[in-house]
């Protein structure tokens, strides 16, 4: 179809010059969770965060997407429980989001898109020595996502949102030394969780994720802030950020786990 997000993203950016899909890929992201197929697991323990907002060091325009990064030379922030085997230590959280309300998220629920989505990435610092080369291995890397929808302003949202005129064009960074990404979680405890990939190159199939049931809920004027930013560098033609999504991916031989019934 004309209007088809495949294709709209593949003509948008760059990135997506290299390859949309890796040939052999079996465990690809972002899916589509169908609810009723995802099974409850009752031995999946909570989710446990502990973040130290003080890790919190600088916001980051990549051309691609914001990135929040933090201090990981340390288990200072970290996730525990929930599908993961080890502690995880967090690294950055980014977000997608569309150009219009009606789609933007990467994962879909029974085929429906959110406005954006958050995602949280952490490494496992305890069986690898560099996020580098967790990236490379089946159990490097958790995501936590979070759906974004529309309603009440966010005011956790808010702080980062007055930041982003700063970081307006790619390759610009800004300090941001003190923010507590948990005040960006739903307080529902509930969670799809499945294997995974990285939702942009190397795609590299090293992601447990871990999605948060419950959305959180943003105003238009914050969308619109995460729309302003741009996909290119001062002094080029302005692109504007949006629809930085990769397109859902097959299941194939993967169920979806849920933490609730
Ligand atoms: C965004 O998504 C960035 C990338 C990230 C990628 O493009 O946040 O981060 C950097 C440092 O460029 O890639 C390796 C990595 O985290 C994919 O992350 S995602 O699968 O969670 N969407
Ligand atoms: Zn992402």
């Not at 004027?221 to 302003?228: I, K, N, V």
Request: hydrophobic fraction near 35%; charge should be negative.
């Amino acid at each position: 179809a004309a209007c088809s997000r495949k294709n709209r993203n593949a003509a948008l950016h760059p990135l997506w010059q290299s390859p949309l899909t890796i040939p052999g890929g079996t465990r690809q992201s972002p899916i589509n969770i169908q609810w009723r197929d995802s099974v409850y697991d009752p031995f999946l323990k909570p989710l446990k965060i502990s973040y130290d907002p003080t890790t919190c060091l600088h916001i980051w325009n990549n051309g691609y997407s914001f990135l929040v990064e933090f201090d990981d030379s340390t288990d200072r922030s970290i996730i525990v429980g929930g599908p993961l085997e080890n502690q995880y230590r967090l690294k950055q959280f980014h977000f997608h989001w569309g150009a219009i309300n009606d789609w933007g998220s990467e994962h879909t629920v029974d085929s429906k898109f959110y406005p954006a989505e958050l995602h949280l990435v952490h490494w496992n610092a305890v069986e690898y020595p560099t996020f580098e080369e967790a990236v490379m291995e089946g159990n490097g890397l958790a995501v936590i996502g979070v759906f974004l929808k529309l309603g009440a302003r966010h005011e956790g949202l808010q702080t980062l949102v007055d930041a982003l005129p700063a970081v307006k064009h790619k390759d610009t960074v800004i300090e941001f030394d003190v923010f507590d990404p948990s005040c960006l979680l739903p307080s529902c405890p509930d969670y799809w969780t499945y294997a995974g990939s990285l939702t942009t190159p190397p795609l590299t199939e090293s992601v447990t994720w871990i999605i948060k049931k419950k959305p959180i809920e943003v105003d238009e004027d914050q969308l619109e802030a995460f729309r302003m930013l741009l996909f290119t560098s001062d002094g080029e033609e302005e692109k504007r950020m949006v629809d930085n999504f990769r397109p859902l991916q097959p299941l194939m031989d993967r169920t979806v786990r849920s933490s609730f019934q």
